[in-house]
């Protein structure tokens, strides 16, 4: 991602995106430029090199709070945007949820979550691995009056399969089988279809409507 200088940004203009995802921010750009005309949308990867702040919320709501504020106090701007997802499975009481990305103790190792989670579902039959992925949205302002937080839900039905299938995505895109695309896992699916049905465009449509 090209490099932005802070300095040359106007913070009433501009809504930082709590991320380094180039596609994130385009994502989140289409669904929200709409109903924040005039904005311009920048990745916190394209400001500088921040410390991850320590999610220690109890719901994907606070996580993502916690992102969003955190991109704020870094950079000085006024208004940030920030997601916080997961994977929640009825069987295992909707484990892993917010520990998704380190449910098999390091953060971000995919291979081992998918593992982990294969593991703890032997023996459960297909109709019993219902699951869904959630997202959380929140857009952060900040102005002399203090702070406000307006935030969006959104979820994609699905199933945990008992294999690994395709090659897209990441995360447990592999074991996903949305409700929305039968026969094939979100890792099967290309970016187009994925966003199209996403946890986080069902949760951006519903902060825009708020906005």
Do not use: W
């Not at 380094?20 to 005309?37: D, F, Q, R, W, Y």
């Not at 109890?58 to 950079?75: G, Y």
């Amino acid at each position: 991602m090209e490099h932005v200088d802070i300095s040359e940004l106007d913070p009433a203009a501009t809504v930082v995106v709590a991320t380094g995802n180039a596609h994130k921010v385009t994502e989140i750009e289409a669904i929200l430029s709409p109903v924040m005309e005039g904005m311009r949308f920048v990745a916190l990867g394209q400001l500088g090199n921040f410390p991850d702040p320590v999610e220690d919320g109890q719901t994907f709501h606070d996580n993502a709070v916690i992102k969003a504020r955190a991109a704020l106090d870094e950079t000085g701007l006024h208004m940030a945007v920030a997601d916080d997802s997961g994977l929640c499975v009825d069987a295992l009481d909707g484990a892993p949820g917010i520990f998704s990305a380190r449910y098999a103790g390091e953060h971000g190792n995919d291979a081992a979550n998918n593992e982990k989670l294969l593991r703890e579902l032997d023996g459960v039959p297909a109709e019993r691995r219902r699951a869904r992925f959630h997202s959380s949205v929140v857009l952060v302002q900040r102005d002399e009056d203090g702070e406000e937080v307006i935030g969006g839900e959104g979820d994609c039905e699905g199933m945990v399969g008992f294999s690994p299938r395709g090659d897209n995505g990441f995360g447990y895109d592999p074991l996903f089988h949305p409700d929305d695309t039968p026969g094939k896992t979100m890792a099967e699916l290309t970016p187009e279809q994925k966003n199209a049905i996403s946890h986080r465009f069902h949760a951006l449509q519903d902060l825009a409507a708020k906005l």
